[in-house]
């Protein structure tokens, strides 16, 4: 983003904001905003997908995109084809297959995909999933050797093994094939695995880099679906894939990957499969935390998505993949409700990590990187996103043992931290690590963590773009309902490229302001014209906005908010989510 020319010192100062970024209106095209009004379209609504370049004539593809009309070839992933020939002479030999996913939402999805889809073709299968305490990321040679013994003749690792070299040279020895499924970045080479499929290896040239692995895992279903076809390998009717699609979505939204035109078709088509005849898993989730409401991206990422990653994190990393594969209600539920459990130790105990990591944070680190001992590693990744969204800066947990440490990373919009670790990693201060642009974790010797360090000093220099923010519209109070919250909810899914509109409200003045839930501020906003609504700051209690609000002594102020829907005792209302607050 460039300062724009209008944006001179003196306004500069006149927008700092409590979090210390500077706010201005987003750049749209007027041309395009006039089309959109000529067609009839809602004001707010025409300006926001002007600002996003949305064509007026592209307006229902982009609206509602099908996946039928944009998804590409399977094989234009790089290796794709030879793959798919491998799996299927497997299956017409009738020999077993292993499936080694990893333990996070999108590896979970991953595994309950391609499982569920050799279940219903009726191939023999087993999966493995690895404990993230006790064996952390990626394949390691026990768990491959474990898939060997049941007897596995070819195995697919999912959302991992693009950096895996001695364990698949390990399986290689073995005689069992190793077929990739991935997206992460690769190092300087990749292992000698009989294929690797990975948008994101630098012989791929699908320019599908913003799949998930389990976007990546449909690919290899559609592409599976339609070679079985050929040889007649279905007698009593192939799988559905529309039916799998609200996994792909679960992961894709889950994974933090870009909202790019293919994963917002697979993330609407999901959600419409979920609202109408949702995976049973997933419907135990959804009975367990009391939503009855309709299903959208963000129950799929703040709802669903903790449940199924808390089993990895705090309890049993394969329970995920086991409900969002259970086919019997009773046991379903059972496992819902054990993952509701583990996802309220998860809180409790990563809100006493981040209380820490937050203290360790030195004003002059570019690259925050904090570690101590007994930091439970499920829950550091949680604890690196919080740290990214106080200090606006990429963030890496390091939970340390006595020789090996596991770190998970997260990062700002600018910064490729995946590229990061590969770069650690080929110069020997990390063992092992992988990632992708905003996420990754790597395990390290507790003696080189000083040395990494050092290496993090000159990657990373805030930018511009750290602190000037973008609003898209000046939104009176007077203009909130239903209506237009429907308006902007069209837009969605919001996520990585793709991001909620934040609004600029004028003039507001603030009361009855209090802290509920233990973490979050309340309070009443009133306009200089005399309307009223209520607005939420989440997360805000000892942060920027918390701490201006507890001392807060009646200025005017600016507020930079999202719109969110509040449903209590069946009234529904809606209410500013405050983002920022600025001091007028």
């Known amino acids: 983003m460039q300062i724009k020319a209008k944006a001179n010192e003196e306004q500069l100062k006149k927008n700092i904001s409590v979090k210390k970024q500077y706010w201005f209106e987003k750049d749209f095209n007027s041309k395009k905003e006039k089309n959109f009004l000529e067609k009839k379209i809602n004001p707010v609504l025409s300006r926001l997908l002007s600002s996003r370049n949305v064509e007026a004539n592209n307006f229902e593809d982009y609206m509602n995109p099908k996946i039928k ?29 292993g499936i080694f996913g990893d333990y996070d939402v999108d590896g979970s999805t991953s595994t309950a995909l391609l499982s569920r889809y050799f279940k219903e073709a009726g ?85 599908l880099v913003n799949l998930c692995a389990a976007g990546v895992t ?32 679960l992961g894709t939204v889950c994974d933090l990957v870009k909202i790019d035109h293919l994963n917002r078709a697979f993330i609407k088509q999901g959600l419409r499969i979920l609202n ?19 299903v959208t991206d963000y129950h799929l990422g703040f709802v669903i998505g903790p449940r199924i990653n808390a089993g990895g994190r705090v309890g049993k ?34 809100k006493a990590v981040e209380i820490k990591a937050v203290g360790m944070v030195q004003e002059n680190d570019q690259i925050i990187c904090v570690n101590s001992k007994n930091w439970h590693p499920g829950v550091i990744g949680i604890v690196a996103s919080r740290l990214v969204e106080k200090f606006n800066r990429p963030s890496i947990v390091i939970s340390e043992d006595e020789k090996l440490c596991k770190a998970s990373c997260r990062s700002v919009l600018n910064f490729d931290i995946g590229d990061l670790i590969v770069k650690a990693v080929g110069q020997g201060l990390l063992l092992n690590g992988g990632g992708h642009k905003m996420a990754g974790g790597f395990t390290i010797l507790k003696e080189n963590i000083e040395q990494f360090k050092d290496f993090l000093s000159d990657k990373y220099k805030k930018g511009a773009s750290e602190i000037l923010k973008e609003y898209e519209y000046v939104l009176r109070i007077t203009n909130l309902n239903i209506c237009l919250y429907d308006e902007v909810a069209k837009l969605s899914p919001f996520g990585p ?88």
């Open 69 to 97: 009309n944009i998804l590409p070839d399977p094989f234009i992933l790089h290796d794709m084809e030879i793959a798919t020939n491998k799996i299927v002479e497997i299956i017409k030999e009738k020999k077993k297959i």
């Open 123 to 207: 191939v023999e299968f087993e999966f493995y999933i690895p404990d993230r305490i006790k064996e952390g990321y990626g394949p390691n040679q026990d768990a491959f050797a474990k898939l060997v013994d049941s007897n596995c003749e070819l195995i697919i690792t999912l959302d991992c093994g693009t950096t895996a070299f001695k364990e698949i040279d390990f399986t290689n020895k073995k005689g069992v094939d190793v077929i990739v499924i991935d997206h992460h970045k690769q190092g300087k080479e990749l292992p000698k695995a009989f294929a690797i499929v990975n948008p994101n290896k630098q012989s791929d040239n699908s320019n």
């Open 218 to 249: 449909f690919f290899l279903l559609v592409s599976l679906n339609r070679e079985l076809k050929k040889i007649n390998f279905f007698k009593d009717g192939e799988p559905n894939l529309i039916f799998f699609l609200d996994l792909v979505a």
């Open 276 to 294: 109408h005849s949702p995976n049973l898993g997933v419907s135990s989730i959804l009975k367990e935390s009391k939503i009855d409401s309709e």
């Open 317 to 350: 990393s394969s329970l995920g993949a086991e409900l969002l594969l259970c086919n019997e209600n009773k046991i379903a539920n059972v496992m819902a409700l054990r993952l509701g459990e583990f996802n309220n130790l998860r809180k409790k105990i990563e």
């Open 497 to 584: 490229g793709n991001v909620k509109p934040r609004f600029l409200i004028k003039n507001c003045n603030l009361s009855f302001i209090k802290v509920v839930g233990n973490n979050h501020h309340s309070l009443l906003i009133e306009d200089s014209y005399g309307n009223r609504t209520r607005g939420i700051a989440f997360n805000s209690v000892n942060q920027d906005i918390g701490n201006f609000l507890d001392g807060f002594s009646g200025e005017t102020v600016d507020l930079i908010a999202i719109l969110r829907k509040n449903e209590w005792n069946n009234e529904v209302s809606i209410q500013l989510q405050i983002e920022d607050i600025i001091i007028s």
